[in-house]
């Protein structure tokens, strides 16, 4: 099927839920490995979830503390990265870098052209499933966190009744606005994340300043408001004043 080549740029318009630093660790917390890991890799590079399994320990270049972006892991076949952009190479932090060797000695399947985030089930010759470790990793491990809402049934599990989406993708978004909360360039964003078009990274800081500017005002009218409850009779006929 020729149409197999054929790459198409979309657009939505849904948002992805944003993570704080406090949330993400709390669902660390309460992942296992080599989940965390993984969870761990994908918080800290912004690579996506494809990309993630498409990893293979020869791509970890610990001397170089870069991370080599060769091939993705999606349905069940190997692709080739998103764009040319996305064949960047990673930076390997020392943080995530003792992780990665942790996670090297501990798996049976650690020579070069072995996965690194394999299939047990499979003996190692395929990675992981994207859309299974979600549902029996990734969403458990935020409702138990509290971040997705839940309910307990009758024997007192917790159920998960979020009906947002979340997954993978929402430690990436995360990644892109905890760098513009903190100023981080738009160009060290740009490349970090490896989008082809700076438009997209920009759409980010879109999001941020007009965040940031309802802030401002908010603090302005907080100002004035608690101004105006502090002097005598005046709180009372606040609302009157407001919509006279």
């Known amino acids: 099927n020729p149409m197999r080549f054929v790459r198409c740029k979309t657009t939505s318009g849904y948002e992805a839920m944003i993570l704080t630093p406090e949330q993400a660790y709390a669902i660390l917390l309460n992942l296992q490995e080599p989940e965390r890991t993984l969870t761990i890799l994908a918080a800290g590079t912004g690579l996506r979830i494809s990309e993630c399994l ?34 960047g190479p990673v930076p390997l932090h020392p943080l995530l870098a003792d992780f990665m060797r942790l996670w090297k000695r501990k798996t049976p399947y650690s020579q070069s ?12 010759k395929q990675p992981r499933v994207a ?9 458990p491990a935020a409702v138990k966190a509290g971040i997705l809402s839940s309910h307990r049934d009758a024997r007192g ?86 919509a006279s």
């Open 54 to 87: 498409g990893l293979q320990w020869q791509d970890v270049s610990f001397a170089d503390a870069m991370i080599h972006v060769r091939r993705t892991w999606t349905c069940g076949q190997i692709g080739r990265p998103k764009s040319k952009a996305s064949k």
């Open 131 to 139: 859309n299974m470790l979600v549902e029996d990793h990734l969403r």
């Open 157 to 242: 599990k917790l159920v998960d009744d979020d009906p947002r989406r979340f997954g993978f993708h929402n430690l990436r978004h995360s990644l892109a606005s905890f760098l513009i909360r903190i100023r981080t360039d738009p160009k060290t964003v740009q490349t970090l994340l490896r989008h082809s078009d700076v438009k997209l990274t920009l759409q980010f800081y879109t999001h941020a300043v007009s965040r940031d500017r309802m802030a401002a005002a908010g603090k302005m009218l907080t100002a004035i408001l608690s101004h105006a409850a502090d002097q005598s009779g005046l709180k009372a006929d606040w609302p009157k004043i407001a």
């Open 113 to 124: 052209t072995d996965w690194v985030f394999p299939s047990f089930r499979l003996e190692g």
